[in-house]
């Protein structure tokens, strides 16, 4: 691979280590710089720890560290630091300050936002090494790095015999989700991830490293509007001991002609008059076109998840079999296995960088109007049904948690805005990229669907879910349309970054 070699005057002993585009140099006698455009990064590299990092564009390093889970409206970076202390983040902040360089933090897959288009060049600051996991000797929290990936994280506290609530799918990180919020398998029980925050490192838009807690003002607006704040470089969460290792999954599949009646049996059962999922249930579904089972139109695959159990409890699976599933599976394991069972595990399609764009558009609501289903599924079925389509290998998710846990916490508590929404609906279009004409069909597709279901929801404010989000939606629909939350989150805005350095995903303003 081409290298750029490092000028390494008084750095000798360090030189063999640091590395520009991933590979170390080869001696302490090089001496040609590591320039991009019009920015020498030799001087960077000085500051950092030995095992620190910078990529710079041509190398496969560098090619790997930009590359996006969604390739619609994506960043540039010029340069990718790869920070392996603390240290690193701070003098790579302030670098970037120093030369007026925008950058961006990135970790994991599945940030698709269009937002992050405006990046236009700059640094990527990747924070995959930032990966330590520790336990504290009480065993009642761990503190957390800022690149540590939510499977590494359940890994480590199962084999503890602890866990946290982390995002469901494998390959996203454990604080990308959390600063928006997050979801996740176990929220019915301890709320959602940003609920389990107890302190975290920040980096700040001026490069100051702090400590940020309950007795900080911007602990608030961390937990569900914090990418527009600072760099976590650590977090301590809460943890707690296993309830249920075991695990039980009944996956259904429906045709779509009985689209209406199967989420008039999901409503009855668990979002209508006066019900509530039981704490120990949790109802996905997709809709996608699989030919094999049906040629002619979508299925619905209908998940009921329940914990604690070896087979899902019929009280719960009866009203579905009663419609006459064209297929039912049983499933028995245990919480590990849940991200498998649900076709979103490291080695699953929607983990993989396909080069494919995945905008999503979502909605929160309270429970489904049985005909605005109806009307979406014929809209989703006239876009994938024919492996022609651009669209044909699109997703159409909805996520049904339990919710004791979120909404056991006052509604003011944090950033996050939506604790008395029950499902997350997101249409998410899949399709490889062949320009703006077809990126403009997608943008119209997924709006006139989320449209669709916003009006069918009888809600006055169209609620999103950040981590989701397409990004032609407001910071009101982002983060909550009351007028208090607004005010609260741009005057911190104004207070801890008044150059909007951190204003790529979703900004506040």
Known sequence: MH????????FLAWAATVACRGVPAPSHEAREECPAGDVNYTQLAKKLSKTAQIYLSGSDAFDAAVARWSNLSTPVANVVVVPSTEHDVVETVNFANLHSLPFLTTN?????????????????????????????????????????????????????????VTGTCECVSYLGPGLGGGHGWLQGRYGLVSDQFVSMNVVLANGNLITVDKNSELFWAMKGAGH?????????????????????METLIFSGDQVEAVYKVANEQWLTKG?????????????YFDPTTDPDKPVIAMYLIQEGVNA???????????????TSQSLSGTYRDLAAWTGISLDATPCKKTGNANPRFPIYLKSYNTTSQRLVYDLFRQATTNASRPFSNSLFMF?????????????????????????LVAPLLTYTPNGPGLDEAASKLGNQIRQILYEGSGETSLNTYVNYAYGDETPVAWYGNDAWRQNRLRALKKHFDPMGKFSFYAPIA
């Open 3 to 10: 290298h750029c070699k490092l000028k390494l005057a008084g």
């Open 108 to 164: 994991g897959v599945h940030g698709s936002i269009t937002t992050l288009g405006k990046m236009t060049h700059g640094i990527e600051i990747h924070m995959s090494e930032l990966n330590s996991i520790a336990i504290a000797k009480n065993g009642k929290t761990a503190t957390i790095g800022g690149g540590v990936m939510s499977k590494n994280l359940t890994d480590a506290l199962w084999a503890a015999g602890k866990q946290t």
């Open 228 to 248: 527009n704040f600072g760099i976590v470089t650590s977090m301590t969460s809460k943890i707690y001991d296993i309830q249920n290792r075991n695990y039980a």
């Open 275 to 287: 019900k509530t999922m039981p704490v120990n249930l949790i109802n996905w579904s997709y809709w």
């Open 312 to 326: 899902v409890d019929a009280a719960y699976t009866k009203p579905f079999l009663k419609l006459g599933p064209i």
């Open 399 to 423: 996520e049904g948690y339990s919710q004791q846990g979120v909404k056991a916490i006052r509604d003011d508590a944090s950033a996050f805005a939506y604790r008395e929404d029950n499902l």
